[in-house]
T-cell receptor, first 112, second 113 residues
Framework: DAKTTQPNSMESNEEEPVHLPCNHS???????IHWYRQLPSQGPEYVIH???SNVNNRMASLAIAEDRKSSTLILHRATLRDAAVYYC?????????????FGKGTKLSVIP | ETGVTQTPRHLVMGMTNKKSLKCEQH?????MYWYKQSAKKPLELMFV???????ENNSVPSRFSPECPNSSHLFLHLHTLQPEDSALYLC????????????FGPGTRLTVT
């Protein structure tokens, strides 16, 4: 399985943008980049996913490098509720490649 | 209720006990999953069901036995567990196994004494 590398932890001030990096140098051409987050005492929740182009939704933006070997999850304005562990996951696009393989993720702390 | 629910939320059991974890999804999904989250390991996929058929068993010991009677319900039957099986057990569902978004329940915190 293609692996991802994320920093163990990051801090952000409330109401400031946050850029969470992810390296995936062995990504294949059919791998999608998924982001999930896990708030304390909850199960993970889907944030966003993309293949080649940058993506935006109501929760976040995903910026994907042109060579696809890295990506950045952008929270435009961090709130205390965004404190969570963020997981960057590669998921194959072929038939049967549906598994989500979670790593250790990045623990984001938001400072009031 | 909406989303994915799991019961019980907390469970303490002895190594000789038999217990079951229950998961229910109210999203009309056709795929359901069991994951294990230990304190020192990343989230691990255990089982996958798609349209009530088990499609994946990731080398899970036989002391864990899943059951999917219909697309809305998923059980994990536990017997003769070991202390190292203590973990958070998470259930998830998706439209089908190829869907890009999985919805997770809050988990059952299991302690084996």
């Amino acid at each position: 399985d293609a692996k991802t590398t994320q920093p163990n932890s990051m801090e952000s001030n409330e109401e400031e943008p946050v850029h969470l990096p992810c390296n995936h140098s062995t990504i294949s051409g059919t791998d999608y980049i998924h982001w999930y987050r896990q708030l304390p005492s909850q199960g993970p929740e889907y944030v966003i996913h993309g293949l080649t182009s940058n993506v935006n939704n109501r929760m976040a933006s995903l910026a994907i490098a042109e060579d696809r070997k890295s990506s950045t999850l952008i929270l435009h304005r961090a709130t205390l509720r965004d404190a969570a562990v963020y997981y960057c996951i590669l998921r194959g696009g072929g038939a049967g490649s549906y598994q989500l393989t979670f790593g250790k993720g990045t623990k984001l702390s938001v400072i009031p | 209720e909406t989303g994915v629910t799991q019961t019980p939320r907390h469970l303490v059991m002895g190594m000789t006990n038999k217990k079951s974890l229950k998961c229910e999804q109210h999203l009309g999904h056709n795929a359901m999953y069991w994951y294990k989250q230990s304190a020192k390991k990343p989230l691990e996929l255990m089982f996958v069901y798609n349209f009530k058929e088990q499609t994946e068993n990731n080398s899970v010991p036989s002391r864990f036995s899943p059951e999917c009677p219909n697309s809305s319900h998923l059980f994990l039957h536990l017997h003769t567990l070991q202390p190292e099986d203590s973990a958070l057990y998470l259930c998830a569902s998706s439209q089908d196994r190829a869907a890009y978004e999985q919805y997770f329940g809050p988990g059952t915190r299991l302690t084996v004494t």
